[in-house]
């Protein structure tokens, strides 16, 4: 999400190592005769893009030049600077350095080409001294070394007074010409190299040139042909530019390891077929946030030694902390303790907005086990479950994890008394870039409070409602606090709408601006119904037009698109909506299902994403996730296989089955990636630091071609190459929180349909009756009636449901009821056990409830299975 600008601490050894055996003035022979340019963008033709700055103002184009302000009295040269990365270098080749350069009113230029991380060794130096007046500045030397990924950047700290510099016509020319970049794509018939669920989807394609039908052969591990069949020509596929096929062995259903595919003279990937592809990759996914955590250390016990580390940004030198920050000057007259949370993406910045989303996907990825009839109430999402110090307390670990986040999220709402109270920051983050790599607690930069945004407002209220209703039966006053937070968050930002992020507060951490937050009102005002049932948010949610509006883009969903978050909650979990209501909720989800499905069988590779460059974007990755968590969805409200069907498919896409041929989930494939970007997983550039671990999820193909490192290796790329498994490539390879969010979602969904064998139609309906209130309001009286519609009699019935708030069994009758959490569990009496079809059984129970809502459940199962619920 962020790019690693990088704050260069270019020590003066390092500088001294640069003009050894160099200097100015030195003659050589001249270069060959139109040497190649390793610069990118050196004339500010196209902007800005790529270059960077760290410790100066905002960068900018002037009159045909790159200007920006640098702030007097830096100790340093190295304090501030404008950079370009990755810039080839050959050992003993030659090249030119030249640049145009002002300063105004005068300071002393360093250009230096130098190692881009740590020790930032460097190579070539020269010192200009710029004035108000333009000059060329021009160098010929010969290169010490071999570097992929050199940096060159403009030193200009250290003057006493502010500087305006700017920089035109910078030029690197001599090396080799780029080798153009061959991604391994490996074998051409392209899998889910994980593998198939044994009654699921399975789908390959294969690259090839043929345009008519081919045979392909199904082989067990021991080369065994299972299965035949010829392939479906596809023609040339728009976002990858291949001429492809595709086949269908969804006919083959038997459990097996190593299977292949064999076409055309190629052998795929192994892959599996079994039920239980997907339990491990539901904890891989939701590990992931512990190890991103802040302000705690992290325990190698749990997660691998590798992983340990001690706790980031506590004040601790070198850091300056979080837990008492001060805001950016000129924003606030107090400081806050904003402790935790998450590290959003590859950098250690903290985003409300986009905690925000990836706070909702694990509390809905809980949430969804009261509600869907493959959950099972929520048994292999319980406590201990994962590998997490608040393991065994009694509370679901899913949303232990998701409180790590929910208390930083409240800590970032504006004390009362303060102006704009009740408001939340956008962000918190470095005042300048840090470098790659850098462990979190080795961070030295100041952190800063951003100004408060109606955007992370409104995802403050969402989230703090959510956790109002699912906390209310483990920590009533959590959920209490969490209720209030939400509330008055709610009530600031209807005082104050249109407070937007600035797109240019993008120095030491991303911008995630936002100026259109209709859809922020939607789903917040949609959470605070779920959880109140209280009116007055009703009619706000129903007066926005997203509330009958078409919220499930094509491209889906994500943190600047919030409003299909609202829509599916408001289809899934219960509440006072009229039935007509409901219903047509549940069909604009169906319908947008019915859209993706469509968009499956059109595209070769199978993803519901169209296949035009637009549709390969930063983060894409999570969106087409998210499209499947659509489809999980309207399999969840409608039992129709066809949907889970094309959730299931989608997952191919992100396990293997691209035209790169590589799963984007690291340790999930034969071929998987890496090498994602990341402050903390910096192995590539430093073997001692780890590996990205299991179960993260890439960023994927990004057409923009938004970093210098794939701006340069890329070019005119089709959308589906466009990605690199490199640290460098922010925005085709970092690692983000909302991104590993969704993949939690649905590797829960997926985890949860074992084997993926036909839906078995109901075999009983059930009544749930709400007696009413009694007098002031504490409580209710309940009543469960179980009809028989199947053709056998029911020789003992346990039947489940849960609540959605706070209420809790008192006793019960004609029935042994217990409760764990919101779940209920009520198990027959002797006499009544046995239901004859179309017989009756019924049992009733008081509740003591609080001041949420307290709807009737939309899922309960008799013996495990769903019933017809009225």
């Known amino acids: 999400m962020t790019p690693p600008r990088r704050r260069l601490a270019v020590l003066a050894a390092a500088t001294a190592v640069a003009l050894a055996g160099t200097t100015a003035g030195t003659a050589y022979a001249d270069p060959p005769a139109d040497p190649p340019e390793q610069i990118n963008n050196g004339d500010f033709s196209n902007g800005s893009s790529p270059w960077f700055s760290f410790g100066t103002g905002p960068l900018g184009v002037v009159d045909g030049q790159l200007c920006t302000t640098v702030a007097g009295g830096l100790a340093n040269p190295w304090d501030a600077g404008i950079g370009h990365d990755g810039v080839p270098l050959v050992a003993g080749a030659e090249y030119t350095l030249g640049f145009d350069v002002t300063s105004t009113p005068g300071s002393s230029v360093t250009a230096v080409l130098q190692l881009g991380s740590a020790p930032y060794t460097g190579y070539y130096s020269v010192v200009a001294a710029a004035t108000p007046t333009q000059q060329r500045v021009e160098r010929t030397f010969v290169a010490p070394t071999d570097d992929s990924r050199a940096q060159l950047i403009f030193q200009v700290g250290g003057a006493a007074e502010q500087q305006t510099v700017c920089l035109d016509n910078v030029s690197l020319r001599g090396g080799n010409p780029p080798e153009p970049y061959e991604p391994d794509t490996g074998p051409r018939v392209r899998v889910n190299q994980v593998g198939y669920l044994p009654h699921g989807p399975k789908h390959a394609t294969v690259v090839t040139d043929a345009t008519e039908a081919l045979p392909w052969q199904l082989k067990s591990a021991s080369g065994a042909v299972v299965a035949s069949g010829n392939t479906t020509p596809r023609g040339v596929d728009p976002a990858s530019a291949q001429n492809v096929h595709s086949l269908d062995f969804s006919s083959y259903r ?33 590990q992931f946030f512990y190890i991103q955590r802040s302000g705690i250390a992290i325990d190698g016990d749990l997660v691998g030694e590798e992983y340990a580390r001690p706790a980031g940004h506590l004040g601790v030198a070198p850091n300056q902390g979080d837990t008492d920050v001060p805001c950016q000057p000129g924003v606030c007259d107090y400081r806050l303790d904003v402790r935790g949370g998450w590290y959003d993406a590859g950098d250690h910045g903290k985003y409300v907005v986009n ?118 039966p483990y920590d009533a006053e959590f959920a209490t606090r969490c209720g209030t937070a939400a509330k008055t968050a709610y009530a600031a930002a209807k005082a104050n709408p249109t407070r937007y992020a600035s797109p240019t507060d993008g120095n030491g951490g991303g911008a995630y601006d936002d100026s259109n937050v209709t859809d922020e009102f939607y789903w917040a005002a949609a959470e605070l119904y779920l959880t109140t049932g209280e009116a007055a948010y009703l009619a706000d949610l129903t007066a926005s037009p997203h509330h009958t509006g078409d919220v499930f883009d094509a491209r889906g969903f994500g943190w600047q698109s919030v409003a299909a978050l609202g829509r599916l909650d408001l289809a899934t979990v219960p509440s006072g909506l009229p039935t007509a209501e409901l219903t047509r909720i549940r069909k604009s989800v169906t319908d947008a299902a019915d859209g993706h499905l469509a968009e499956i069988a059109r595209q070769a590779y199978g993803l519901p994403m169209p296949g035009e460059p637009s549709s390969y974007f930063w983060g894409g990755n999570s969106n087409v996730i998210n499209n499947a968590i659509v489809l999980a969805t309207a399999f969840d409200l409608t039992g129709q296989a066809k949907y889970r069907d094309g959730a299931v498919q989608t997952m191919d896409y992100i396990f293997g089955r691209n035209a790169l041929n590589i799963s984007y989930v690291t340790g999930w494939g034969e071929h998987a990636a890496e090498n994602q970007h990341s402050r903390i997983f910096g192995y590539q550039l430093d073997p001692s630091m780890p590996k990205p671990p299991a179960g993260s999820l890439a960023g994927g193909p990004n057409a ?69 209130s009694w007098q002031g309001g504490t409580g209710f009286t309940g009543q469960v009636t179980i009809s028989n519609t199947g053709t056998t009699t029911l020789n003992g019935w346990t039947a489940k449901f849960a609540f959605t708030g706070d209420a809790k069994v008192r006793e019960a009758w004609m029935a042994e009821v217990k409760q764990s959490g919101a779940t209920v569990t009520a198990k027959n009496e002797s006499y009544n056990g046995n239901i004859a079809p179309g017989g009756t059984a019924m049992f009733g129970f008081n509740a003591t409830t609080g001041k949420g809502a307290n709807p009737a459940p939309n899922l309960i199962t008799v013996n495990g299975a769903p019933c017809t619920v009225s």
Not at 268 to 282: I, K, N, W
Not at 355 to 371: D, P
Not at 741 to 761: C, E, M, R, Y
Request: with cysteine; net charge negative; glycine share 8%.
């Open 254 to 286: 038997t459990p097996g390891q190593g299977l292949t595919l064999t076409v055309d003279g190629e052998v795929s990937h192994p892959f599996d077929v079994s039920g239980a592809l997907y339990e491990q990759l539901r904890s891989d996914a939701l």
């Open 355 to 472: 905690g925000g989303i990836a706070t909702y996907q694990l509390l809905s990825t809980f949430e969804r086990t009261k509600n869907a009839a493959t959950a099972g109430f929520g048994a292999a999402l319980g406590d201990g479950t994962l590998r997490l110090p608040e393991r065994d307390n009694g509370v679901p670990d899913v949303l232990d994890e998701a409180r790590w986040e929910l208390e930083f999220l409240l800590r970032m709402q504006v004390p009362a008394g303060k102006p704009l109270a009740g408001m939340a920051h956008h962000k918190i983050h470095d005042e300048n870039w840090t470098g790659l790599p850098l462990q979190p607690e080795d961070d030295p930069e100041l952190r800063e409070l951003h100004p408060p945004s109606t955007a992370a407002t409104l995802n403050l209220a969402a989230v703090a409602a959510q956790c109002a209703r699912l906390f209310a």
């Open 704 to 772: 923009d071609l938004q970093d210098p490192f794939v701006e340069q290796l890329l070019a005119g790329c089709a959308p589906m190459f466009c990605y690199v498994d490199d640290i460098a490539s922010y925005s085709t390879n970092e690692v983000a929180i909302n991104w590993n969010s969704a993949l939690a979602w649905i590797a829960s969904f997926l985890a949860d349909q074992g084997d993926s064998a036909a839906v078995p139609a109901p075999t009983c309906s059930v009544t749930y009756t709400n007696y009413g």
